[in-house]
């Protein structure tokens, strides 16, 4: 029903940068939370960042000072920007939003992207 589309993955060396995109289809209510997840091969789906409607954000502890979640509201977008990377961050990144079910959000559902390839090298 709510669509997401992941972009802006590829190649990068070690140390590199990269910029993440992710953009929802229109919904009827607002998006209350997004975050970024990632799998790399033979390992679990971890959470990355996440962000609330008002901007609040947070990460996971290795990626702190690297890594910077935001979202534009209005554009119903979300961005991950990714400096110094490293080969062991080599994975799948998907877009994760969670979206209010009425105009109180007193319910939500969650809807998924299909994911983007980062791969780091050495």
């Known amino acids: 029903q709510v669509q997401l589309v992941e972009s802006g993955g590829g190649l990068v060396q070690a140390g590199g940068s990269l910029r993440l995109s992710c953009t929802a289809s229109?919904?009827?209510?607002?998006?209350?939370?997004m975050a970024w997840y990632r799998q790399a091969p033979e390992k679990q789906r971890e959470l990355v960042a996440t962000?609330?409607?008002?901007?609040?954000?947070t990460y996971k502890d290795s990626v702190k000072g690297r890594f910077t979640i935001s979202r534009d509201n209005a554009k119903n977008t979300l961005h991950l920007q990714m400096n110094s990377l490293k080969p062991e961050e080599t994975a799948v990144y998907y877009c994760?939003?969670?979206?209010?079910?009425?105009?109180?959000?007193?319910?939500?559902?969650?809807?998924w992207g299909q994911g983007t390839l980062v791969t780091v090298s050495s």
């Open positions: 962000i609330t409607y008002t901007g609040s954000s």
């Open positions: 994760n939003a969670r979206v209010c079910g009425n105009q109180i959000c007193s319910y939500t559902s969650d809807y």
């Open positions: 229109r919904t009827i209510f607002r998006i209350d939370s």
